[in-house]
């Protein structure tokens, strides 16, 4: 069943004489389509010239400019979205390959370029190992040494950065670092003494699972 809303007019009142009457002209007051057909009319029921039919066509036209401007803000804020995300993981990606090559082989590697080997003439290399770590690892659980190790690694990495060291590889408790490799220096060996004994301080700092400072051993060797 069909429920028709109350339809206002607006218009003016003409005396007919020859029929002696009063003639009403008006249109409905509506400025929206969905206005005009809930009273049971169309846009083909009001003359062209009416300007009740202009004012709906400009509403509708603002209507449907609104709803483009809602979908493009929409889209615009998913592509800024998916941008910062990619970004982000663009980042993520830098950062993991700065964190395992030099910064030249990274960066030659982001680019898209083939690396060549080189030759270094003078390095100096640190190997360091944790004292204990075979009787720590049957005592602890794996989570346990992991956030030791993390802990542990991530002072000496900070150490790196600061000393402009590049750390060559982290196997297991055994960690290796390098002066003169990612940048030739004519005094590399002096760096990796500093990280050495910036190492045996840091890790003091760090407990093992069962509360004891960790204890490092190191080796050093210089390559020509």
Not at 54 to 73: N, P, W
Not at 106 to 127: C, E, H, I
Not at 153 to 180: M, N
Not at 203 to 221: A, K, W, Y
Request: net charge negative.
């Amino acid at each position: 069943m069909l429920i028709l809303q109350v339809m206002e007019v607006k218009g003016q009142m003409i005396h007919v004489p020859e029929s002696n009457s009063i003639l009403f002209l008006g249109s409905p007051c509506v400025d929206k389509l969905d206005e005009l057909m809930g009273r049971g009319l169309h846009l083909s029921d009001i003359p062209i010239h009416d300007a009740t039919r202009d004012v709906i066509l400009v509403g509708e036209q603002a209507k449907a400019q609104d709803g483009l401007k809602k979908r493009m803000d929409k889209l615009k804020a998913t592509l800024e979205r998916t941008h910062q995300a990619l970004e982000e993981e663009k980042k993520k990606t830098v950062d993991l390959l700065y964190s395992i090559f030099p910064g030249d082989v990274a960066q030659q590697l982001w680019q898209g370029q083939q690396v060549q080997a080189r030759k270094f003439d003078d390095v100096t290399m640190l190997f360091s190992d944790i004292v204990g770590f075979t009787a720590i690892c049957a005592q602890c659980t794996p989570m346990q040494v992991i956030s030791m190790l993390n802990e542990l690694y991530t002072r000496f990495d900070h150490q790196c950065g600061f000393l402009d060291i590049y750390k060559v590889e982290t196997i297991g408790d055994a960690y290796c670092v390098a002066a003169g490799l990612h940048r030739k220096s004519l005094c590399h060996a002096k760096p990796i003494a500093l990280m050495a004994l910036k190492m045996m301080e840091l890790s003091e700092e760090v407990l093992t699972p069962d509360g004891r400072p960790i204890q490092v051993t190191f080796s050093t060797m210089w390559f020509e």
